[in-house]
C-alpha cells in the first residue's frame, strides 16, 4: 500500500520569510498526483498545489512552489514570504492511478506557525 | 463552486447511541468519502462511495457503515457510537475523472461521551 510521511510534525518560521515542509512517500507506481492541503483553524481544507508525476516541471502558485523529486520520491512545499495567514495544518497526499475512483492518501501533517 | 455540506459542525453523543454523520454536495460529484482527523495520525480513510448505492471500505471501517441512496448525500453511521469514536469526521467529493483533488466539508467534531 502506498504511503505518505511528513516528518516534521510542526515548524515555526518568521513572517516574510521561507519554509519548507518535507514530504515523502512509497509507491511502485510510475504515473499518480500529489497534493498539498492546508486546514486554517476554521477546519476547511483548501487545495494549496498539485503535481502530475508526469511532469518535470515543478508546480507552482503564488507564493508556493513545490520541489518534486520523483527519484526520492519527495515532494516539499515551499512557501516563500510567510504570512500570518499560512499558519495551519498542512498535509501532503498522493493518489494513483490520476483517474478512476481511488481515494487520495495523506500524510501525517505539519502544523505550521507563524511569528509576527 | 462545488459545496460539501456536513449537517452538523459539533456533535455530543452518548455511548451506545446510533449516530448519523450526514454530508451533502451539489455538484453530481460521483466520488464521496468519509475521512477521520485525529491529532498525530492525520487523515485516515474510513468508507468511500464511487456511485449510488456502491461502497468501498477504506483502512479503518470497523464500527462504522455508510448509506449511500441519492448521488448527492453520502451518510456516515455509527452503529453503537464508543468513546474511541470521539474525533473530527470529515466528508469530501470528486468528479469521476477529474484530477483536480477534493472538495471537502468543513467537518463534524463528534464527541462521545
Known amino acids: 500500500a502506498q504511503t505518505v510521511t511528513q516528518s516534521q510534525p510542526e515548524m515555526s518560521v518568521q513572517e516574510a520569510e521561507t519554509v519548507t515542509l518535507s514530504c515523502t512517500y512509497d509507491?511502485?507506481?510510475?504515473?499518480?498526483?500529489l497534493f498539498w492541503y492546508k486546514q486554517p483553524p476554521s477546519r476547511q481544507m483548501i487545495l494549496v498545489i498539485r503535481?502530475?508525476?508526469?511532469?518535470?516541471q515543478n508546480a507552482t502558485e503564488n507564493r508556493f512552489s513545490v520541489n518534486f523529486q520523483k527519484a526520492a520520491k519527495s515532494f516539499s512545499l515551499k512557501i516563500s514570504d510567510s504570512q500570518l495567514g499560512d499558519a495551519a495544518m498542512y498535509f501532503c497526499?498522493?493518489?494513483?492511478?490520476?483517474?478512476?475512483?481511488?481515494?487520495?492518501?495523506f500524510g501525517k501533517g505539519t502544523r505550521l506557525s507563524v511569528i509576527a | 463552486d462545488v459545496k460539501v455540506t456536513q449537517s452538523s459542525r459539533y456533535l455530543v453523543k452518548r455511548t451506545g447511541e446510533k449516530v448519523f454523520l450526514e454530508c451533502v454536495q451539489d455538484?453530481?460529484?460521483?466520488?464521496m468519502f468519509w475521512y477521520r482527523q485525529d491529532p498525530g495520525l492525520g487523515l485516515r480513510l474510513i468508507y468511500f462511495?464511487?456511485?449510488?448505492?456502491?461502497?468501498e471500505k477504506g483502512d479503518i471501517p470497523e464500527g462504522y457503515s455508510v448509506s449511500r441512496e441519492k448521488k448527492e448525500r453520502f451518510s456516515l453511521i455509527l452503529e453503537s457510537a464508543s468513546t474511541n469514536q470521539t474525533s473530527m469526521y470529515l466528508c469530501?467529493?470528486?468528479?469521476?475523472?477529474?484530477?483536480?483533488?477534493?472538495?471537502f466539508g468543513s467537518g463534524t467534531r463528534l464527541t462521545v461521551v
Open positions: 469530501a467529493s470528486r468528479e469521476l475523472g477529474r484530477n483536480y483533488g477534493y472538495t
Open positions: 509507491t511502485s507506481e510510475s504515473d499518480y498526483y
Open positions: 503535481q502530475e508525476a508526469y511532469k518535470q
Open positions: 497526499a498522493y493518489r494513483s492511478p490520476p483517474s478512476g475512483n481511488t481515494p487520495l492518501v
Open positions: 455538484m453530481d460529484h460521483e466520488n
Open positions: 462511495s464511487y456511485d449510488v448505492k456502491m461502497k
